[in-house]
C-alpha cells in the first residue's frame, strides 16, 4: 500500500491505459472497416475500386496497385465518377484519418458501398502487401 502511495500517478497511469485498451476490445471494430486482408478479399471476389485520397506526392511513393489517386480536397466534386459503377469502395490514406473523412464526403454524395482501409497504407505494408510505385492512375 506504501508503494502505491508514494507512485500514486503511475498506478493511475497503469489503470487509464488498460482502460483505453478494454474499451477498445469490447468497442471492437467497425463494420466500414477493412483490415489489409479483408480490403484484397473485397477486391478479389467483388471487384472493389481502391481509391487513394493521399496527395499526389504522396501516392506516386507507393500506392496498392492499380489504387486510383483522388485526393480529399477533390473526391467531392469528383464523386459521380466513382458512383457510376457501383463497385464497391476501399478508401484509403496514410493512418485512416483522411479516409474516414472522405468515406463521410461519398456517403452524403450517395455511395452505399463504401469502405475505410483501417490503418491505412501503413497497415497494408505491414501486413505485407505490396506497393506499386510511380505514375499517377487517373
Known amino acids: 500500500m506504501e508503494f502505491l502511495q508514494q507512485n500514486w500517478h503511475w498506478a493511475a497511469l497503469a489503470v487509464a491505459s488498460g482502460s483505453m ?7 471492437g471494430k467497425s463494420p466500414d472497416e ?11 471476389r467483388e ?6 485520397v493521399r496527395t499526389a506526392d504522396e501516392y506516386v511513393k507507393g500506392h496498392i496497385p492499380n489504387a486510383r489517386n483522388i485526393p ?14 457501383g463497385q464497391p469502395l476501399i478508401l484509403c490514406c496514410a493512418t485512416g484519418a483522411r479516409s474516414t473523412a472522405a468515406m463521410g464526403t461519398l ?18 505494408e505491414r501486413a505485407g502487401h505490396p506497393l506499386a510505385k510511380g505514375k ?3
Not at 485498451?21 to 468497442?27: C, S
Not at 477493412?34 to 478479389?44: F, S, W
Open 72 to 85: 480529399l480536397g477533390d473526391l467531392e466534386k469528383r464523386s459521380g465518377e466513382l458512383l457510376k459503377s
Open 47 to 52: 471487384d472493389a475500386v481502391v481509391v487513394d
Open 107 to 124: 456517403r452524403k454524395a450517395g455511395a452505399t458501398t463504401v469502405f475505410n482501409l483501417a490503418g491505412g497504407i501503413g497497415a497494408w
Open 21 to 27: 485498451l478494454l474499451f477498445q476490445m469490447i468497442k
Open 34 to 44: 477493412l483490415n489489409p486482408v479483408e480490403a484484397t478479399l473485397k477486391i478479389n
Open 136 to 138: 499517377k492512375k487517373r
